[in-house]
């Protein structure tokens, strides 16, 4: 059974501080995404990862893709308040026209003044 | 606002009752994406459909169906509603082969069963 699992689940951390989201999968795909949720709101596009190495920078918000570890991460730098919310990966399984994606459970991110 | 229009926002209904929810893609996406969101499941995939043809399924339920019309609006029919059907429903959209690749999610439909 396909698994898609991000650590932590819950996220508590301090303005200005720097914290790593983990999303590990356990089926073989290259196509990864990342997405953020505010309470009682929408999911938006936040990275398209699509190949073995790739990286995208956004803001404080780097995200990466290692297809032969099966891991994506997600870098906070010098977080900030409106970065609270819920972040999730999503693993493309079908790949193609399909686009087929598998939600990781979710990491709760709680930034503190 | 991504473009993707979902109505209603808000459902309340009775268990054994049956609803439609409707989702109007993004102008010029042919691909339709329903996920359903609640506190024990996460947010899993349902169903996906492209220019109006049943393309991928997922968890999706004998008492669920879908379908895209020519226009590419898609209605979700939830019927013989249990109280667990409680939850979010996103309908998302995309546009296959752009440089963004992504789906678009729209605002939802919150579906309380009674």
């Known amino acids: 059974e396909l698994k898609v699992e991000q650590n932590p689940l819950f996220l508590s951390m301090q303005e200005g501080k720097n914290y790593t989201i983990y999303c590990n999968y356990s089926?073989?795909?290259?196509?990864l995404y990342w997405y953020r949720q505010d309470p009682g709101k929408s999911l938006e596009s936040l990275f398209v990862l699509l190949s073995n190495g790739a990286v995208k920078q956004e803001g404080r918000l780097m995200a990466s893709l290692d297809t032969k570890a099966r891991l994506s991460t997600l870098h906070i730098t010098a977080a900030v308040h409106d970065l609270s919310a819920t972040y999730f990966c999503a693993v493309d399984i079908d790949g193609g026209a399909t686009n087929k994606l598998i939600f990781g459970t979710g990491t709760l991110l709680a930034v503190q003044p | 606002d991504s473009g993707v229009t979902q109505t209603p926002k808000h459902l309340i209904t009775a268990t054994g009752q049956r609803v439609t929810l409707r989702c109007s893609p993004r102008s010029g996406d042919l691909s339709v994406y329903w996920y359903q969101q609640s506190l024990d499941q996460g947010l899993q995939f349902l169903i996906h459909y492209y220019n109006g043809e049943e393309r991928a399924k997922g968890n999706i339920l004998e008492r669920f169906s879908a379908q895209q019309f020519p226009d590419l609006h898609s209605e979700l029919n939830l019927s013989s509603l249990e109280l667990g059907d409680s939850a979010l429903y996103f309908c998302?959209?995309?546009?296959?082969?752009?440089?963004?690749?992504?789906?678009?999610f729209g605002p939802g439909t919150r579906l309380t069963v009674l």
């Open positions: 998302a959209s995309r546009r296959y082969g752009t440089s963004t690749d992504t789906q678009y």
């Open positions: 089926t073989t795909s290259d196509r």
